[in-house]
């Protein structure tokens, strides 16, 4: 399949991998990328120098091209800009933030800039700041998240840009990357599907939660802090729930509860203190597979479902 994505950043299938924190590290995102797509290491908030060995590893894995994703609230994205840089990495995507600032260097470096978007606006100002492609990426998507869903988000900011359009939030199949091609995306990124993977390098706890899930079985909770996540229910995410909801936590308690839940999420597989992010999708997955078996069951029905 070809389109203005493979093309872009020269990969075999237009799917990249989500940049999930804590959880997409060089295991992962070499498979992705030896699979086809475009596999991403997430930079979170970690140290520069764990994150400059992960690129290396990476390199070490795969031939083919893949990425960084740069979380723009962490205290380190100014050094993270630098050195996708300076190891001459391929594409780079954001999340939680405008990365403005760091387009010019990038393109000057001939970086890929493909920020993820969760509205029409945010998707305008960053065509008009260079960016080569975005993610529109709805509500359905696991970790932070903006209010509008993908089936309402993509075709608008499909009709707003010129530059071709990454579609996320809801696709785990081959289904979902049809629906979102035909509301006019050229590439789907993909997460949650990643997670139920033989490389995710995610706690067994996780991976369990995320086959088990039903259609019901995920939550958003810190609406109140300005910083909306979704995560799969657990004890945890809803005694944060119903704090938020009820007022007896308030929201720099909530901060505090959370600070550091990813990690003993994805380390510890902690159910009582991790927060276990995870897309809507996940009562659809039902099963742990090799990456390259889920990217090639993904284009063989997107592919019979498009006539391509
Ligand atoms: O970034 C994500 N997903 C994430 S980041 C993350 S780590 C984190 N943990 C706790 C709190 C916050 C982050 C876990 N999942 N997806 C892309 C995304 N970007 N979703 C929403 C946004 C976003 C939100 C507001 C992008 C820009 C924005 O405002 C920018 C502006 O300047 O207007």
């Given at each position: 399949?070809?389109?203005?994505?493979?093309?872009?950043?020269?990969?075999?299938?237009?799917?990249?991998?989500?940049?999930?924190?804590?959880?997409?590290?060089?295991?992962?995102?070499?498979?992705?990328?030896?699979?086809?797509?475009?596999?991403?290491?997430a930079?979170?908030?970690?140290?520069?120098?764990y994150?400059?060995?992960?690129?290396?590893?990476?390199?070490?894995k795969?031939?083919?091209?893949?990425?960084?994703n740069?979380?723009?609230?962490?205290?380190?994205?100014?050094?993270?800009?630098?050195?996708?840089?300076?190891?001459?990495?391929?594409?780079?995507?954001?999340?939680?933030?405008?990365?403005?600032?760091?387009?010019?260097?990038?393109?000057?470096?001939?970086v890929?800039?493909?920020?993820?978007?969760?509205?029409?606006?945010?998707?305008?100002?960053?065509?008009?700041?260079?960016?080569?492609?975005?993610?529109?990426?709805g509500t359905?998507?696991?970790?932070?998240?903006?209010?509008?869903?993908?089936?309402?988000?993509?075709?608008?900011?499909?009709?707003?840009?010129?530059?071709?359009?990454?579609?996320?939030?809801?696709?785990?199949?081959?289904r979902?990357?049809?629906?979102?091609?035909?509301?006019?995306?050229?590439?789907?990124?993909?997460?949650?599907?990643?997670?139920?993977?033989?490389?995710?390098?995610?706690?067994?706890?996780?991976?369990?939660?995320?086959?088990?899930?039903?259609?019901?079985?995920?939550?958003?909770?810190?609406?109140?802090?300005?910083?909306?996540?979704?995560?799969?229910?657990?004890?945890?995410?809803?005694?944060?729930?119903?704090?938020?909801?009820?007022?007896?936590?308030?929201?720099?308690?909530?901060?505090?509860?959370?600070?550091?839940?990813?990690?003993?999420?994805?380390?510890?597989?902690n159910?009582?203190?991790?927060?276990?992010?995870?897309?809507?999708?996940?009562?659809?997955?039902?099963?742990?597979?090799?990456?390259s078996?889920?990217?090639?069951?993904?284009?063989?029905?997107?592919?019979?479902?498009?006539?391509?």
């Amino acid at each position: 399949m070809k389109t203005r994505i493979t093309e872009l950043l020269g990969c075999k299938y237009p799917i990249i991998q989500g940049g999930m924190a804590w959880v997409a590290e060089h295991t992962l995102a070499a498979a992705v990328s030896n699979a086809g797509g475009i596999g991403l290491i997430a930079g979170g908030s970690a140290p520069i120098d764990y994150l400059r060995d992960q690129i290396r590893k990476c390199k070490e894995k795969t031939n083919n091209p893949f990425g960084v994703n740069i979380m723009l609230m962490s205290p380190n994205a100014d050094d993270l800009a630098q050195l996708v840089i300076d190891e001459g990495v391929k594409v780079v995507t954001t999340g939680a933030g405008s990365p403005g600032k760091y387009i010019p260097a990038w393109k000057e470096a001939g970086v890929k800039v493909i920020p993820v978007v969760p509205s029409v606006a945010l998707a305008k100002r960053m065509e008009k700041a260079g960016a080569d492609a975005v993610v529109a990426e709805g509500t359905e998507s696991g970790g932070h998240i903006g209010e509008n869903t993908t089936m309402c988000l993509v075709p608008q900011v499909v009709d707003a840009l010129e530059i071709p359009v990454i579609a996320a939030g809801g696709i785990a199949d081959g289904r979902g990357m049809a629906a979102a091609f035909m509301l006019g995306a050229e590439g789907v990124q993909i997460g949650t599907r990643f997670l139920a993977s033989d490389e995710c390098q995610i706690h067994p706890t996780f991976k369990d939660l995320v086959i088990k899930a039903k259609d019901t079985d995920s939550v958003v909770t810190g609406r109140y802090t300005g910083h909306p996540c979704r995560n799969i229910k657990t004890k945890f995410s809803k005694k944060l729930a119903s704090g938020e909801r009820d007022g007896s936590l308030t929201p720099d308690e909530f901060e505090e509860l959370t600070l550091g839940s990813l990690r003993k999420a994805v380390q510890d597989g902690n159910l009582d203190e991790g927060s276990f992010l995870c897309g809507a999708i996940a009562g659809m997955i039902n099963e742990i597979k090799p990456c390259s078996e889920i990217v090639n069951e993904i284009m063989a029905q997107a592919e019979k479902l498009l006539n391509i």
